[in-house]
Structure formats: C-alpha cells, structure tokens
C-alpha cells in the first residue's frame, strides 16, 4: 500500500503504532440502542452517547492524518424504525450540524453527503448542503455522512444516470466501465474505503457501500458504539496493519 511518510509520522506523533495507515475507513456505527439497553435506559440515550464517540472518532482521525472517514449515520431501510426514534435521530442530525459545523471548518474538515436527497425534509437537507457548501475547500479531513444512504439505491442511481447519459447519445454503451460507474455513485472522487469498521458485534453490511467494499478490509468488535474511543480505533488500526492484501494476486515472498 502506498502510505506518506507524512501521515505515518503524524501517526506516530498522535500515539498510535501504525505502519500501515489506511487512507480511507468507514465506520458502521452499531449498537447503540443495546448500549443503552444495557443500562436501563432509552435507546435515544444510545444515539446521544453515540454523537460523543463520533467526536472523539473525527478528532483521533484527524490526528492521525487519515485522508476519508466515513460514517453511515442513517440507513435507508432506518425509516422502518419506530416514528419517535426516526424523529430523534433527525433532530440529533440536525444538532450535529448546528453545533458542531463551524468546529469541523476551523478543523479544516471538509464534510460531504452521500445517500438519497429526493425525499428528505427541507430543513435537513438545507443544513446538509449547507455543511457541504461551507467546508468545500477545506484540505483537512474528509468527512463523509452516510444520510438516508443504501448502497443498492446508489447504484440504481448510478445506473439510471448512465442510461440517461446513452439515451442523450452522450455515452456509448461500451463506455460503461467500472470506472464510470465508479464516478457515477455518490462516493466519486474518493478512494474506495480500505478498511470498515463495525462495532455491537453484527458482521454484516447492512447495504453499506456494497460497489466501493469490493476490497475492504472488515474489522469487527464486541463493543458497542458509544464505548468506542481512542483505544479501540487504535486496536482496529493496528489490526489492519497487519493485513496482508493481495487483490487477487500473490504476496511478494511467494513470487
Ligand atoms: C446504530 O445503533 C445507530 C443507527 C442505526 C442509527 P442502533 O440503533 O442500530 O443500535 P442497536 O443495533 O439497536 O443496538
Ligand atoms: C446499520 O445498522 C445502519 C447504521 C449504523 C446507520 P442497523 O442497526 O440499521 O443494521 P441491521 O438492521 O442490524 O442490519
Ligand atoms: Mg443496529
């Protein structure tokens, strides 16, 4: 893997151990309804203690010089969850932005949204592009929320956008490569995640970044979100650096 000596030094500098530091990780961010659960309280108190854990994760992040940090935040199949908790997630998405915006651009975290925007309520999706429209030119950080995001509708989207592209005679049907419809999902212009991180347990996707995960590295761990801090990103990070990843072909010893 192609890693700048820069970003392993500011590594080293932020504490952590890592040769190998992933430019991009994804974060499914789970188990916060049973982490309040646990504890006797409502789950909404999960989804209050997970937005700290998603602070401390962006700081350590941006400490350590990772370039993308993704975080699915909301799902598209979250709607089904009961209206009270779909409404204070929202207003939980909206807190984070209100508050915490002008704090993300004096880190020079440059915030991007992926996921449907066609349904979503006016006032949220002001303040998403919003978020986007103020931190466009930071050279910090990316950040990218995963907001109302299915990765099966991304690449519908993405499809219905290319056949678009043909029908106006603007494609060539043969022009449909990989890369083009790379470019064609909401995640264009990133690199696609190296390692994804879930926590609660669960080894699933849940219909997260199905196209971009092709070769990810996956890291699953028994705490639940709101418990994650500094320490166990370290351990996921230090963890990958000890993956060997061949895509497809053969480590350099055994040549
Ligand atoms: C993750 O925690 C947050 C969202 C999906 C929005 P959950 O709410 O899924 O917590 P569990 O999995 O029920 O414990
Ligand atoms: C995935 O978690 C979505 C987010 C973390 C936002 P879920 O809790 O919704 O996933 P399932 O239902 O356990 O697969
Ligand atoms: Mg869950």
Redesign the pocket.
Known sequence: MNVSPDRNQQAHAAGGSCENLPRHVA???????RWATARGLPRTEGHRQGLEALRGTIRHAGKLGIEVVT?????S??WN?PQTEVSFLMGLLRRFVQRDLSELHDANVRIRVIGGREDLEKGILALLEEAEQLTRNNTGLNLVV?FN?GARAEIARAARKLSLQVAQGHLNSEDITEDAISQALDTYGLPDPDLIV?T?G?M?L???LLWQAAYSEFYFCEKH?PDFDEAAFDEALSCFSNRQRRYGGLDAEAL
């Open positions: 974060f499914i961010m789970d188990g916060n309804g975080i699915y935040s909301f799902s199949e979250n969850r995963a995001y879930r609660s669960e699933r849940s219909n997260f979100w």
